[in-house]
């Protein structure tokens, strides 16, 4: 699933159009094992790649993105 929410968009992109690679934020829903599963790339593991100033903004929206991954359980 591909996820977007336009105002962190916006920000990212205000800073950076290169950064348009990594949007919108994909969400992956499975089966393995006859189990559902969910999974996500951690925004966090890109931080040492990122600017200082988009470090903030990165990990708010990994924190949400966990969120609707919790809430979908």
Avoid: G, H, R
């Amino acid at each position: 699933m591909d996820i977007c929410n336009p105002n962190y968009a916006k920000k990212i992109l205000d800073y950076s159009m290169e950064l348009s690679m990594l949007l919108p934020c994909k969400i992956s829903v499975y089966e393995d094992n006859e189990e559902c599963q969910i999974s996500m790339l951690k925004i966090s593991s890109l931080l040492p790649l990122l600017e200082e100033e988009l470090k903030p903004l990165a990990l708010e929206i990994e924190e949400t993105l966990l969120k609707i991954i919790d809430l979908s359980k």
